[in-house]
């Protein structure tokens, strides 16, 4: 960062002051969304994320964890990364190894994992390749004995059982850099729906944030019944408490060009909205009384072309 102002400071005497205000917003917003996307940026933040968590569950307690900005693909990435959503048995069979393997793993059954966990210290089960596939270790030999030593990897790697309650990201860009999460063509989607189907069977829950004059502020999808979630991911969810919930409608009163930085100069608007959100967001899943309300609603939103706020 310290370079990149230097080099915007060089700007400013070639620039005009409209450009020049133009690229120290685009400096300052947009930095760090495209350095932390970055893998040798990104997985030592995770890792380093997950000893606090691990640290905080250690002394008996649950973790909430806060994504501004770009720190909300921190938060969606150890979501993704950490959280132990994969059953290996079931990875096996998809990803269709030889039928002597597909034996011994049977054979000899391991705890359900996380896709850090796979590939843990260079030397695992597999690996996510930059095309978004999953590849096993090449090694069988290895392969196979790594694998005996996944319960250790999974410990070492993975988020602690039941400790991470939710994640709140706000200011959240996270569509506009995360778009191929949801194409149907890039294999990592599927990894993702594991991920959504355990969020929603463990309680957890993870909401969006924005105010409505953010211009960083996308929103992450249109807001979906427990049973619609379970339709788009195409898995069984048994007996469903997670909560996935957008609010990119909250009024902040600032100007746009200073909304992105205000959620804490409007705290009190923003934590009030955080509350909001999980309240609604529950009642939008799992209450047939207000899913009924809020289609009765957004009809006449339709009907009246106007905003109505919930």
């Not at 080099?7 to 917003?25: E, P, W």
């Not at 968590?53 to 693909?73: C, H, M, P, W």
């Not at 004995?145 to 991470?164: H, R």
């Not at 957004?298 to 706020?309: A, F, Q, R, W, Y």
Request: glycine share 4%.
């Amino acid at each position: 960062m310290h370079f990149l102002k230097k080099q915007l400071d060089l700007s400013k005497a070639v620039s005009s002051s409209g450009a020049y205000f133009a690229r120290s917003l685009i400096t300052q917003y947009m930095h760090d969304a495209i350095w932390v996307q970055k893998p040798h940026n990104m997985f030592p933040i995770l890792d380093e994320l997950n000893d606090y968590v691990k640290r905080e569950a250690q002394n008996g307690n649950d973790v909430i964890l806060y994504g501004y900005s770009a720190g909300t693909f921190v938060t969606y990435q150890y979501l993704f990364h950490k959280l132990p959503y994969i059953n290996l048995e079931k990875l096996f069979e998809i990803l269709e190894p030889d039928a002597d393997l597909l034996n011994f793993v049977k054979a000899n059954p391991r705890k359900d994992t996380c896709i850090s966990a796979l590939s843990y210290d260079y030397a695992g089960v597999g690996n996510v390749s930059s095309a978004g596939h999953m590849i096993l270790n090449q090694d069988k030999k290895q392969l196979m004995q790594n694998y005996l030593k996944m319960d250790e990897m999974t410990e070492l790697a993975c988020a602690p059982e039941d400790k991470v309650k939710g994640i709140v990201n706000f200011a959240c860009p996270l569509v506009l850099f995360y778009s191929d999460i949801s194409d149907s063509n890039y294999e990592l989607n599927f990894y993702n729906k594991l991920m959504i189907k355990y969020i929603m069977e463990n309680g957890i829950f993870m909401l969006t944030i924005n105010f409505r004059e953010d211009p960083l502020g996308f929103p992450t999808s249109r807001n979906m019944t427990a049973k619609e979630i379970e339709e788009r991911v195409g898995l069984d969810i048994e007996n469903p408490t997670g909560v996935i919930y957008d609010n990119s409608g909250v009024w902040s009163k600032r100007m746009f060009a200073l909304a992105h930085t205000s959620y804490w100069t409007a705290r009190k608007t923003f934590s009030n909205a955080i509350v909001k959100s999980f309240v609604n967001g529950y009642k939008f899943q799992y209450d047939e009384k207000y899913q009924k309300k809020i289609l009765r609603r957004n009809s006449k939103k339709s009907e009246l072309g106007t905003d109505i706020e919930e």
